[in-house]
């Protein structure tokens, strides 16, 4: 549901076509020097310049219009991808990839477990009184960054790590308040201060942009016949671009979303006309109900709505 959302959000920057050309110009550039390397080097492109050359300007205009409108349609189909690419990535994968799905999430679920023990040690090292040094609150810091990038309940895990980034990005809200990210993300995405939907956008493009950064990788290795080069060069953006900047970038979009329930959340209270709750215990349960009501509807009598503002 939250990705059928971003789509249809993000479909109101499709006329953005000149972003999407960038990565798709520097691609087809790219290919164009393998293939001259292959042939010699790029003064074999002679012949196809000198060709043009001798056309009318007209025909000249024409060729380099449909080579510039070709560029940017195949970013745009290749920028079309970026969500169901994403969806791979964070492990959303065929039923016949079950296995390694299961063998993944317990490989993942057995080593947080581990790390469970360690984080408790090292949080009490780094909470009053004791007196923490550099060591401690470094070990404490980097197993409290991992702990954050993924869900806190094993059973909600993925097998990958962009995936578990997300996935605990969703959990937080219904961990902490009770609230399901899924159901009431469209009735708060409303509500949303200007500059904090702007925000979130932004982020969602740039994570999207690394998506498509990594499958332009992957095609790049489709040049591999002019020069073995480009096998290594497309392997190499492919791999940094999900090993690294995808991880950071859905960080990034994941806590932006959590930033929104955590300073926004009562707007769905206000609005719906449902009794704010008076303490963290009674959120939760709140939450809950409130979620509940909008995925089903209820004919409790309880709570009472409070008086429109």
Known sequence: MLTAFWEAVGGKFADRWAAVSVPALVFWLGGLATWSYHRGGLHTLTTQ???????????QLAAIGTVLLAVAASGIVIAGAAT??????????????????????????????????????AHELVQPPAIPTDDDIATYTRLERRRRRRPSAAGYFLPTPIGNILRAAERRPSDKYGLDTVALWPRLWPALPDTLRQDLLAARRSLDSAVTTAIWGVLFCAFTPFTPLAILVGLTVTLTTVTMVIPRRAQVFGDLIEAAYDQHRTVLYQQLRWPLPSNPQQERTY????????WRGSDDTTPTFTPPS
């Open 49 to 59: 310049t000198q060709w043009l050359d001798r056309q009318t300007t007209a025909i």
């Open 287 to 294: 939450g809950q109900q409130l979620t509940a009501y909008l």
């Open 84 to 121: 169901p690419v994403l969806r791979l990535l964070e492990g959303y994968w065929p039923s016949w990839a079950s296995p390694l799905r299961r063998r993944l999430i317990g490989w993942l679920a057995a080593r947080a477990a581990t790390e469970a023990a360690a984080w408790q040690a």
